[in-house]
């Protein structure tokens, strides 16, 4: 971290630049103006403020803010994520063993009195405690080291959060808990020793099923999407819980937010029921998709699945529903020669339960992407493969 950044003139300078219509290749190339500061530097304030306007607004629109490197930005939560995780939060301490760039404890600092943030990192611990300054957020306490190692110093408190990251060694691979550091199923005993309440964010890749195996301890998991693209698994454990787990979605929009919830155990409990496409199509967005409740879902609005594997529903009825909805236009026997005198050129094409690929269909059929016709290539409870022609709604 470079003090010198947070000189008035720079920052103005910050300012300015980041709301101009800047290249940044190019502004690289050009050099730095200023002593003591590189152009790296420079650029990478520049590009942190950038992405922080839609990510962080207040990070942009707070003076003096000091932004990590590139990477540190990316994996860090948005304003909207870590929000949410606010609300399921309360009491007098909670110690983050995972601080990072801080944007989480921002948020939970309005919900608890005392918020510990722990970075091993040193350079991402001082970035984050000049901010908690900058942001006026006076009851959040940094320290630098190994969060399991800072615990040990705390009596009995109210929450710990974790956001675990994924060992280098085990990029690319199967993911498990156990690969993340810190390794949260090896440290249960010292973390329910020390707080009966643990917070967990994990990435949208772990298996569901083999997080519970691997945790024990679960009440609830909230799956959070935005825009329809999950972004993080949000695991509560409770020390002795004996309750049946609920699984949370909740799908963020621009302008709001939609909710379902249903307990695990009952899901394998329902017999939902199978049809062939009727008036309307629904297509559960992507939080519900990533939690399995695929006969919940069925239940609680009355729709028919159209086949056990397809994961999209039919009804008569025009309905709210947590997703996409269409009105099925056409349907199509899945055969080539039929589909090519449709002379179909443009369209949205989905595949549910279907042996080909979008790309592969868009390729043997040459069909353009976009346009107002929405395809579902899918397969009915009669297992025949079909394509249905729909206009969204």
């Not at 939970?108 to 970035?127: A, D, G, P, Y």
């Amino acid at each position: 971290m470079n003090p010198k950044i947070l000189h008035t003139t720079i920052q103005e300078y910050i300012f300015n630049t980041s709301e101009s219509n800047i290249d940044l290749t190019r502004f690289i190339l050009a050099g730095s103006a200023f002593d003591h500061i590189t152009i790296q530097e420079l650029a990478q304030q520049i590009n942190g403020r950038i992405k922080a306007k839609n990510k962080l607004p207040i990070w942009y629109a707070t003076k003096y803010i000091y932004y990590p490197p590139n990477l540190n930005l990316e994996q860090t939560s948005s304003a909207i994520t870590a929000f949410y995780k606010s609300t399921l939060v309360s009491g007098e301490v909670l110690v983050d063993l995972t601080g990072g760039f801080g944007v989480d404890d921002y948020y939970f600092s309005k919900k608890i009195t005392t918020v510990i943030h722990c970075e091993v990192n040193f350079e991402l611990s001082t970035i984050a405690s000049h901010n908690f300054e900058a942001l006026a957020a006076k009851n959040i306490q940094t320290y630098t080291g190994d969060g399991l190692e800072i615990l040990q110093d705390f009596d009995t408190i109210d929450w710990i959060y974790i956001d675990p990251s994924r060992r280098n060694d085990n990029k690319g691979k199967v993911f498990f808990l156990e690969d993340c550091i810190p390794d949260v199923p090896a440290n249960k005993e010292l973390l329910f020793r020390k707080s009966s309440h643990i917070l967990l964010k994990t990435s949208p890749l772990l298996d569901i099923h083999a997080g519970i195996h691997s945790l024990v301890n679960v009440k609830e998991i909230h799956i959070v999407a935005v825009d329809n693209e999950v972004k993080e698994l949000l695991w509560v454990l409770e020390k002795g819980v004996k309750n049946d787990i609920v699984i949370h979605t909740i799908n963020f929009t621009k302008n709001t937010s939609v909710q379902f919830s249903f307990i695990l155990p009952e899901e394998s409990k329902i017999l939902p029921k199978y049809s062939l496409p009727k008036k309307y199509l629904y297509e559960p967005n992507a939080s519900i998709l990533k939690s399995g409740g695929f006969s919940s879902i069925a239940k609680t609005y009355e729709v028919e699945k159209l086949h056990p594997h397809s994961h999209i529903y039919t009804s008569d009825r025009i309905i709210d529903f947590p997703g996409r909805r269409f009105m099925i236009q056409q349907i199509l026997p899945y055969k080539k020669q039929l589909l090519k005198k449709e002379n179909i050129t443009k369209a949205n094409i989905t595949t549910r339960n279907f042996p080909e690929s979008v790309a592969e269909i868009r390729k043997k059929y040459k069909i353009k992407d976009g346009g107002d016709m929405y395809l579902f290539f899918t397969t009915n409870c009669n297992q025949e493969k079909v394509v249905l022609v729909c206009k969204k709604l």
